[in-house]
């Protein structure tokens, strides 16, 4: 079956544009994260989705970047008055099950590479 | 908070040798999951394997095997006939209910 697809995969933007980058995870997985992969980097968590709510938005690392899911798949993360030290890799990943148990494994989407002139 | 170390940034391993990635962790829970992910240069990651906390035996899937020691809160993962294939970054990751933390990964570099 088909995996977790993003877009675009590479965006190349002007410093202070705004970018809207798009997840649809896998069919019927109902959490959805949103990584930061900055160059030769690890992966720094920047929000989770349980459906369409989103019960942790700590990694968000400022108020220009915001994040939504509707109709419990798609999902976009906005960044807005792109600065140069946004430009990374943004990976995205889903899996199963959500809550207070253990979860299945995630997986990943093929990211997209943003750079910010 | 959860954390987790991967204390080696860079390996080399000849191919068709074997070679093993360190991984330790903090936590106070019991009940956990652990993975390690390959990410090669396309960037795309993947599952290479993964452990339930609360079972002792060690996972295995073809040439990648763990060793899980809960009590050390340590996962290394062993690549047995390295292939130039595994040539990767390879991050460890700790999973308790909705939180999920990675290491900073280890490159892997398999030498002809």
């Known amino acids: 079956g088909a995996g977790v697809s993003q877009s675009p995969s590479n965006k190349v933007t002007e410093k202070g544009k705004d970018v809207e980058l798009r997840c649809d995870p896998i069919?019927?997985?109902?959490?959805l994260y949103w990584y930061r992969q900055s160059l030769g980097q690890g992966l720094e968590f920047l929000i989770y989705?349980?459906?369409?709510?989103?019960?942790?938005k700590s990694g968000l690392p400022s108020d220009r970047f915001s994040a939504e899911r509707t109709g419990g798949s798609v999902s976009t993360l906005t960044i807005q008055r792109t600065q140069q030290e946004d430009s990374a890799v943004y990976l995205c990943?889903?899996?199963?099950?959500?809550?207070?148990?253990?979860?299945?494994?995630?997986?990943f989407g093929p990211g997209t590479r943003l750079l910010v002139l | 908070a959860q954390t987790v170390t991967q204390s080696q940034p860079e390996m080399s391993v000849q191919e068709a040798e074997t070679v093993t990635l360190s991984c330790t962790y903090d936590t106070s829970e019991n009940n956990y999951y652990l993975f390690w992910y390959k990410q090669p240069p396309s960037r795309q990651m993947i599952l290479v394997i993964r452990?339930?906390?609360?079972?002792?035996q060690n996972a295995t899937e073809n040439r990648f095997s763990v060793n899980f020691q809960k009590a050390a809160k340590s996962f290394s993962l062993k690549i047995s006939d390295s292939q130039l294939g595994d040539t990767a970054m390879y991050f460890c990751?700790?999973?308790?209910?909705?939180?999920?933390?990675f290491g900073p990964g280890t490159r892997l570099s398999v030498l002809p």
């Open positions: 990943a889903s899996s199963l099950v959500a809550g207070g148990a253990p979860q299945e494994t995630q997986y």
């Open positions: 452990q339930e906390a609360y079972k002792q």
């Open positions: 069919s019927g997985h109902t959490a």
């Open positions: 989705f349980q459906g369409n709510s989103a019960p942790d």
């Open positions: 990751a700790f999973n308790y209910g909705q939180n999920f933390v």
